[in-house]
C-alpha cells in the first residue's frame, strides 16, 4: 500500500523500515536496545487495509483513540493474530465499553472515574487492561491528564497523584504499568526533552512511593519528537504520521 509524501508516493513497509531504522539509531545513541521499545503505530483515521499493510510489513501494535472508530476496526481485523490494541486517547465513561471488552492496552487513565468504569466493565468480560497514568507535565490546558506540571515543588499536585494511584491500584483489573504523556505543541526540542525527561524522573520517583505496582513502562514520543523520547527512556513510542502520512481529518 502506497502513501503520499513529500509528493512522491512510498509504501508503509518502506516508511515502517524508515522508522525502525531511525528508532535503532535513537536507542544506540544511549546504549540502550532497540528490542526495550515498542512501536505503537498510530492508525486513527486510517483504514483497515493501512493497518494490514503495517501488519504485514510486521507490526504488532496498533493505536486508536476514538471508541467507534476502534470498536469496527476491530472486528474487521479479528482475524489477525497476535495484533494488540493500544487506546490511546482520552476516553469518555459513556464510551468505554468497547475499550473494556477489546482493548489490550489503555495509555489515558486521566481521571480516577475512567479506571473506576472500566474497572466494573472489565470484570464483566472476565478481562484484564494494562494501563498507564495519563500525566501533564506541560501545564497546557487543552491536555488531559493529572496535572503534573509543578510536581518536584508542589506537594498538592503528588498527594493528589498519590491518592488517585491508591484508589486505581485498588481497582484489580486496571493493571498498573507506567505513565503516558504528551509534548508540548511546537515548542523547542529543549523543552520537549525536559518534559520527557521530568516525566522519568516521576516515574522513577512513584516507583519508590509504590513499589508495589509496576511503574516501567513510559509511553511518550510521536512522529516529531521519538528519538528525543528514546534518549529520555521511553519504553513505547505512538507513531502515526511517520509510518501512515498525514491525516485526512
Ligand atoms: C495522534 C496521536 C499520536 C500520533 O501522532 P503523530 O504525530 O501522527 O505521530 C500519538 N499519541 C496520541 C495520544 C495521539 O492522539
Known amino acids: 500500500m502506497q502513501v503520499a509524501y513529500n509528493g512522491g508516493m512510498i509504501s508503509i513497509a518502506d516508511r515502517i523500515e524508515q522508522v525502525q531504522a531511525r528508532v535503532a539509531l535513537a536507542a544506540q545513541r544511549v546504549d540502550r536496545s532497540a528490542e526495550s521499545i515498542t512501536i505503537v503505530a498510530v492508525s486513527k483515521t486510517h483504514s483497515a487495509d493501512a493497518i494490514r499493510a503495517a501488519y504485514a510489513a510486521g507490526l504488532r501494535h496498533f493505536g486508536e483513540n ?8 476491530q472486528a474487521k481485523l479479528a482475524d489477525l493474530d497476535g495484533l494488540q490494541w493500544h ?17 489490550d492496552q489503555f495509555h489515558a487513565v486521566d481521571r480516577v472515574k475512567i479506571a473506576r468504569r472500566l474497572q466494573r466493565q472489565l470484570d464483566q468480560f472476565g478481562r484484564n487492561l494494562p494501563a498507564y497514568l495519563e500525566v501533564n507535565l506541560s501545564g497546557e490546558t487543552s491536555k488531559y491528564g493529572f496535572a503534573c506540571d509543578q510536581w518536584e515543588t508542589d506537594t498538592r499536585q503528588r498527594e493528589h497523584l498519590l491518592s488517585a494511584v491508591a ?7 486496571i493493571e498498573m504499568r507506567g505513565l503516558m504523556t504528551m509534548a508540548p505543541w511546537g515548542a523547542a526540542d529543549g523543552v520537549i526533552r525536559t518534559v520527557f525527561r521530568r516525566t522519568a524522573r516521576l516515574r522513577d520517583w512513584l516507583q519508590e512511593e509504590r513499589p508495589d505496582l509496576n511503574w516501567n513502562a513510559l509511553s511518550m514520543g510521536m512522529t516529531d519528537d521519538f528519538e528525543l523520547a528514546i534518549e529520555e527512556g521511553a519504553t513505547h513510542l505512538r507513531i502515526g504520521r511517520a509510518i501512515f502520512g498525514e491525516r485526512e481529518t
Open 66 to 73: 476514538r471508541s467507534g472508530e476502534f470498536e469496527q476496526k
Open 87 to 103: 487506546f490511546i486517547g482520552h476516553l469518555q465513561t459513556r464510551q468505554s465499553l468497547p475499550v473494556a471488552q477489546h482493548a
Open 167 to 173: 484508589t486505581i491500584a485498588d481497582l484489580p483489573r
